[in-house]
């Protein structure tokens, strides 16, 4: 769907322009925590204090090879095996005091992790990551919190479990039931499986992140829902809410429509027209929209 735009005569100097970016947005919003947001706040991965020996990481990627110590076995053929916590052992580096983490896997071979820090130190430390791996106790814990629950769904984005690959078809606003919860990559521990209650049937996968830290992107609040979201907007009609599912907009829609259809945009500019305020939203895969009088008047998708 595409719109073509005729908007040179209409806008004012640029100097006039108001610009609001996403962080502008998430900023407003950062005093106001949501139900969403507040489910599984309490998984995290266990301080390496507290780290017994038998504890599993989960090979995501070859180049963990580079993050051994020379002192370790051959690492080759780990991608998609188990690590085995066995233990700290004191090491030296060049900058004094080190800590290795000592890694086996199911063939006894032994890896050896170093850090900068000492014994103690390493104590001190709230999280410990060990590079292109996935904590297995984590994903193990959102399994239990999610596994044969239902949810809305956010976001159309459906992988196909089978390839990795987004399908065509996904809806947003759905309900979807989660089958189970795996492991998934070093960046999106947890591989979230689901069935949708309409639209493309099947088993199909979305990729999440847990946690609080900068890397938490795309954690639970921003993939589900837990209320039904056509209850929130009994004003808006049936066939726009189809749109919406659909993740389309048309003419005339208003921001909140079209923010329920194509999620919130990556910056806001408003600008003075001959008729009032104009807005143009843009996101970051070109698409922009443009609305006059609260209502949209051109986009680009």
């Given amino acids: 769907m595409a719109s073509a735009l005729t908007l040179g005569g209409c806008f004012t100097g640029v100097e006039s322009t108001k610009r609001i970016t996403d962080s502008d947005v998430r900023r ?20 390496p ?27 080759d053929g780990l991608v998609g095996h188990d690590l085995f916590f066995d233990g700290f052992a004191a090491a030296q580096s060049l900058t004094g ?37 996935v904590d297995v106790d984590v994903v193990q814990r959102v399994d239990e919190q999610m596994r044969g629950r239902d949810y809305y769904v956010r976001t ?17 606003h759905i309900r979807v039931t989660v089958d189970s919860v795996g492991i998934g990559t070093a960046n999106y521990p ?14 199909y996968m979305l990729y999440m992140t847990v ?16 209320d039904n979201p056509r209850k929130q907007y009994p004003e808006i009609r049936d066939n726009v809410w189809e749109l919406i599912k659909r993740s389309r907009v048309a ?11 194509l999620g919130a945009p ?20 070109g698409v922009y929209l443009v609305f006059d009088d609260g209502y949209l008047s051109a986009f680009r998708i």
């Fill in 28 to 47: 407003q919003q950062a005093g106001h925590v949501t139900a969403e947001q507040r489910f599984m706040a309490d998984i995290a991965p266990t301080p």
């Fill in 49 to 75: 204090a507290q780290w017994v020996p038998g504890r599993r990481m989960r090979v995501d990627d070859e180049r963990v090879s580079l993050i051994f110590a020379p002192n370790s076995d051959a690492s």
């Fill in 97 to 133: 005091a080190a800590t290795d983490v000592v890694l086996r896997d199911d063939r006894g071979r032994r890896f050896y992790y170093r850090l900068n820090n000492s014994r103690a130190e390493v104590d001190t430390m709230e999280v410990l990551r060990i590079p292109f791996t």
């Fill in 156 to 172: 159309p984005m459906w992988l196909n479990p089978a390839t990795g690959e987004r399908i065509d078809g996904g809806l947003r």
């Fill in 190 to 203: 947890a591989a979230v499986y689901f069935h949708a209650s309409e639209g493309p049937q099947g088993t």
């Fill in 211 to 226: 946690g609080s830290g900068r890397t938490a992107t795309r954690n639970f609040d921003t993939l589900f829902a837990f």
């Fill in 251 to 261: 003419k005339d829609m208003t921001r909140d429509e079209c923010r329920l259809a």
């Fill in 266 to 285: 990556q910056q806001i500019e408003r600008i003075p027209t001959r008729a009032g305020m104009a807005e143009r939203w843009r996101y970051s895969d």
